[in-house]
């Protein structure tokens, strides 16, 4: 059990050190997102893990919330994102040259 630990931890220490540097050094609020969304799946693969190897399922809801958090962290920055790159139509727009 000992060495499964020591895997586990070491696969996902690298993949949280990843997941930090580009969420620190993403030039973007999307690669930022993505990274936030990265280290939460992580974070509930982390838990799953320990569930697995200890043999319990007490950390079910855990899982769940952290899930449903990673979701609705997905949806607000989206609904941000659109709407801060929407672009308003105005009447006096000007016209195509195919009268569009």
């Known amino acids: 059990m000992t ?9 996902a220490m690298v ?12 030039p973007t609020l ?6 936030s969304d990265v280290l939460l ?17 007490r950390n079910i809801p855990l899982m769940v919330v952290l899930a449903a958090t990673a979701i609705l962290a997905s949806v607000a920055v989206a609904r941000f994102v659109t709407r801060a790159n929407a672009s308003p139509l105005t009447p006096d727009a000007e016209e195509g040259s195919d009268g569009r």
């Open 3 to 11: 060495v499964l630990w020591m895997i586990a931890g070491a696969i």
């Open 41 to 57: 799946t992580t974070l509930i693969l982390v838990v799953g893990a320990e569930m697995v190897i200890s043999g319990h399922t």
């Open 30 to 35: 999307i690669d930022r997102l993505i990274a």
């Open 15 to 26: 993949a949280v050190l990843l997941v930090l540097v580009r969420l620190i050094t993403g």
